[in-house]
């Protein structure tokens, strides 16, 4: 698994979370049926600013590494970053809900990864309990760590085909869509 180059820095990030909910509404009535299903992953599209050859040439050989959507990389948020400390104390696969031990500063809207996954802080209820989003990925052991410094998650392109556009200029620019590797 390779790690996404950080040489030039993201010039822009649109991140999401995509949950698998299902809903039917009656056209009479207006009526709501709302399934929640238990799929929920992270998806991005990323744009990089524009780069010399010298430049892209680490980013064309990443990409196409990659063979499409064959190969994962890590890659979190560059602005997601906090002094937070942290280990989990318990947690199953599926929790949305875990029980840990970490400083005061944690609140909700904080990233954190865990087994190269990437989490969000959703509510912190009281000192241990704290509420993420998406659901835990993987079994944890007592005293899992809970890395806040420059989290990562694993993500997969979102298509076989990648592209890079090359200007007058002979400037690089390259933007890309990826998703949660689950």
Request: proline share 4%; net charge negative.
């Given at each position: 698994?390779?790690?996404?180059?950080?040489?030039?820095?993201?010039?822009?990030?649109?991140?999401?979370?995509?949950?698998?909910?299902?809903?039917?509404?009656?056209?009479?009535?207006?009526?709501?049926?709302?399934?929640?299903?238990?799929?929920?992953?992270?998806?991005?599209?990323?744009?990089?600013?524009?780069?010399?050859?010298?430049?892209?040439?680490?980013?064309?050989?990443?990409?196409?590494?990659?063979?499409?959507m064959a190969e994962t990389f890590t890659m979190g948020n560059p602005l997601h970053s906090t002094t937070a400390?942290?280990?989990?104390?318990?947690?199953?696969?599926?929790?949305?809900?875990?029980?840990?031990?970490?400083?005061?500063?944690?609140?909700?809207?904080?990233?954190?990864?865990?087994?190269?996954?990437?989490?969000?802080?959703?509510?912190?209820?009281?000192?241990?309990?704290?509420?993420?989003?998406?659901?835990?990925?993987?079994?944890?052991?007592?005293?899992?760590?809970?890395?806040?410094?420059?989290?990562?998650?694993?993500?997969?392109?979102?298509?076989?085909?990648?592209?890079?556009?090359?200007?007058?200029?002979?400037?690089?620019?390259?933007?890309?869509?990826?998703?949660?590797?689950?």
């Open positions: 698994m390779a790690a996404f180059p950080t040489t030039v820095g993201i010039q822009s990030m649109t991140m999401r979370l995509r949950s698998a909910v299902a809903m039917s509404e009656s056209p009479f009535s207006y009526d709501q049926q709302v399934y929640q299903h238990q799929g929920v992953r992270w998806e991005a599209e990323v744009s990089l600013p524009a780069m010399t050859r010298a430049q892209a040439k680490e980013y064309e050989a990443f990409f196409a590494s990659l063979r499409g400390t942290g280990t989990i104390s318990s947690g199953a696969v599926g929790d949305t809900s875990i029980t840990a031990s970490t400083t005061s500063g944690v609140v909700a809207g904080d990233y954190f990864e865990v087994n190269s996954r990437l989490y969000i802080v959703t509510e912190r209820t009281d000192a241990s309990n704290i509420k993420i989003m998406p659901p835990l990925r993987d079994a944890v052991s007592v005293s899992t760590t809970m890395d806040f410094t420059l989290p990562v998650g694993t993500w997969r392109l979102a298509s076989n085909e990648i592209g890079w556009s090359i200007n007058q200029a002979s400037l690089y620019g390259f933007t890309f869509a990826c998703v949660e590797a689950l």
